[in-house]
């Protein structure tokens, strides 16, 4: 392992050890992610089948009133920016950054450091081996002075939307609109 896995691995741990959960669900999701991560530092690995973390951030304009959205390529829903942490990743929120920086177009993204809500999930189009679960780890990701996204090869669309006319009324996707709109209003 690299020293810059091991930072990673450090910092997910602290971040979620002292994360403070919105609700008893997300609660319990936390107590797993982190022993997950107290087993070593596999858990951060794409390969590790078949829960490992991913970071994401949900992109607001500056008064939270729209959400930026990928229409995911495998997935055909539509979803927050995310994914797969890299050794590179110095942070969940870097990793975080990296992601909606590559999957929105937007290079000058800024992220809230401090994770806004949790996603565990099973993806089948992720592993030869068959379905894995992502424990996600999302972030709020404000725009910068960039507000034309580009669609990415991971994305079929990239679009804005108004926060009270979603594409999806997913309960996943609207507590994190939601606990990210609260960040917002409180920052």
Known sequence: MTGRETDLHADALGVLERWTAPDPDQE???????????????????????????AGALVLDADGSHVLLNL???ARRWFAFGGHL?????????AALREAVEE?????????????????????????????????????ARLGASSE???????LEVRWF????????EPDMVDLVRLARERLAGS
């Open 149 to 155: 996204p580009v669609v990415s090869d991971e994305s």
């Open 28 to 54: 319990a999701w936390r107590i797993e992610y982190v022993e997950l991560l107290r087993r070593g530092p596999d858990g951060l690995a794409k390969a590790d089948f078949p829960d490992h973390l991913t």
């Open 72 to 74: 995911h390529g495998k």
């Open 86 to 94: 890299e050794p590179e990743d110095g942070t969940l929120a870097a």
């Open 104 to 140: 929105s177009g937007l290079p000058d993204l800024e992220i809230d450091p401090v994770p806004v809500h949790l996603s565990l999930h099973s993806v089948d189009f992720c592993s030869p081996r068959g379905t894995v679960r992502h424990l996600d780890v999302r972030f709020l």
């Open 162 to 169: 108004d926060v009270d006319d979603l594409p999806t009324d």
